[in-house]
């Protein structure tokens, strides 16, 4: 599986970051980091557990506030800004962990994806939508979310973020704690919907294997900052990247 070319001719950057810096009281958790996604494109970050790269995503998404650099996105500059005003820009975020609400059913956390939208037809359409993408979840719109399987909820995390229509997507870790057979459907899923919808996505993953195959550029984060980067094919190649990450 690949995603969209990520080449020093692609469209424009949908998100830029440039040289962002993000403390934690004394502790510098990020330095120096710079990186940009082009639109339609699947760009990955990968690197060690404490490199870093939760922290960038929930930097982006307003969770966390930057000490210092810029964060662009559509052309506009968002970094510091309150989360809601950025999901409402189109940018969302997959946290670690999936987060969905467990004593609510699925539908609705579903629901709760599009709670800044007003347009109750297309919302029904996109419930329909999100439902024909994850069958799974269809089946289970009445059941509570706290008994769904770890797999089902990240399905789950991934639809209650898509309701909220975004154009640029970050999913963190989306692997992390579930079956192989689950981990492999829910990455088809995630490559149908940058080849068919054309939409960017921010990947964070430990498998890095996963995450070089489905992406077209990655990012290799050390102890706060960008230590290597280029197109996915090349750094699978590379053997520090293959003793490191994908156990050569």
């Known amino acids: 599986m690949s995603s969209a070319s990520a080449s ?5 950057a949908m998100l830029e970051i440039s040289r962002l810096e993000v403390r934690y009281g004394g502790i510098r958790a990020l330095h120096d980091l710079s990186l940009q996604i082009p639109r339609g494109s699947i760009v990955t ?9 939760s922290t ?21 500059e968002i970094g510091g800004w309150p989360a809601h005003k950025i999901v ?8 670690e962990g999936r987060l969905v609400f467990p004593d609510l059913s699925v539908k609705e956390n579903l629901m709760m994806g599009a ?3 007003r347009d109750r037809k297309v919302i029904a359409s996109d419930l329909e939508w ?12 009445r059941q509570l979310a706290g008994t769904l399987s770890g797999g ?14 975004p154009t640029c997507l970050m999913l963190d870790e989306p692997s992390l704690g579930i079956a192989p057979l689950l981990v492999e459907l829910i990455f088809e899923r995630l490559v149908a919907l940058n080849r068919e919808r054309g939409m960017t996505m921010l990947l964070v993953e430990q498998n890095a294997s996963l995450a070089l195959n489905v992406s077209s550029y990655a990012y290799v984060l050390e102890t706060g900052g960008i230590h ?5 094919a090349e750094l699978k190649n590379r053997p520090e990247i293959q003793a490191a990450y994908l156990g050569h």
């Open 56 to 76: 960038t995503l929930r930097t982006v998404s307003g969770l966390v506030p930057p000490t210092a650099g810029s964060i662009r996105f559509e052309g506009q």
């Open 115 to 117: 709670y800044l939208r």
């Open 152 to 165: 089902e909820q990240q399905m789950l995390a991934i639809g209650r973020a898509l309701m909220g229509r």
């Open 8 to 12: 020093s001719d692609a469209p424009e």
């Open 45 to 53: 970050l990968i690197g060690a557990n404490g490199a870093g790269k």
């Open 88 to 95: 409402a820009l189109g940018l969302a975020h997959v946290p």
């Open 130 to 141: 999100v439902g024909e993408f994850f069958p799974r979840l269809r089946e289970r719109l």
């Open 228 to 232: 290597l980067e280029g197109s996915s």
